[in-house]
Structures are given as C-alpha cells and as structure tokens.
Nanobody
C-alpha cells in the first residue's frame, strides 16, 4: 500500500506558475513509476505527465509539453509537477498516482492521492 498526499494547488493568474508536490509513504517509493493526472468538472480524468522509477524517463501530454516538468526525489519520497505558462484550460483537480509503469492511462496506476485544486484565472 502507498499513501500519497498532494499539495501546492491554488489560484493563479494565466501565465503564472505553480509547483505541485506529492508526498508518498508506505511501500518503497522508488519501486514505483509516478504519474500526474487531472480532472476538470464534467470531464474524464486525463493524463498530464509520468516519470519512471529512477527519474531518467519522463512523458507528457501534448497539451502540457514545454510548459510542465515532472521530477522526483526518491530520498524525500516526493514527486513534483512544475507548471508554468498556465492557461485557464489547465484548471482542474490534479492527482498523483503510483504504478508499475509510467503509463498514460488511469488503469495503469494502483494508488492515488486525494487531489489538489488548481484554478487558473484569465
């Protein structure tokens, strides 16, 4: 079992930046690939970014490529999502997830955090 808690969400103006953190506890964090997903009201949960266990491989949705950066610190059991040049369409609840591979589909992840709200005003 892996427990995760996201933080760092909030209200930001378009063009601004936020850094989300996801602190994990329980089983060995470095054994897991980590992903970030988001879900806007009335929409399905969508893939944002993923990172493999070592941090050497990262993957991004086209909609955030070049603006968002995923990273991890295995010594701190934490994964981050640095978000820059934020747009109103980035508004959503952001979730971190842990799984065996850094996939882009929610079913590929076994454990989920509770989510943190990000709101981007125009």
């Amino acid at each position: 079992q892996v427990q995760m808690v996201e933080s760092g969400g909030g209200l930001v103006q378009a063009g601004g930046s936020l850094r989300l953190s996801c602190a994990a506890s329980g089983r060995t964090f470095s054994n897991y690939a980590m992903g970030w997903f988001r879900q806007a009201p009335g929409k399905e949960r969508e893939f944002v970014a993923a990172i493999n266990w070592s941090g050497r491989s990262t993957y991004y949705a086209d909609s955030v490529k070049g603006r968002f950066t995923i990273s991890r610190d295995n010594a701190k059991n934490t994964v981050y999502l640095q978000m820059s040049s934020l747009k109103p369409e980035d508004t959503a609840v952001y979730y971190c997830a842990a799984g065996t591979t850094p996939g882009s589909r929610p079913y590929e992840y076994n454990y989920w955090g509770q989510g943190t709200q990000v709101t981007v005003s125009s």
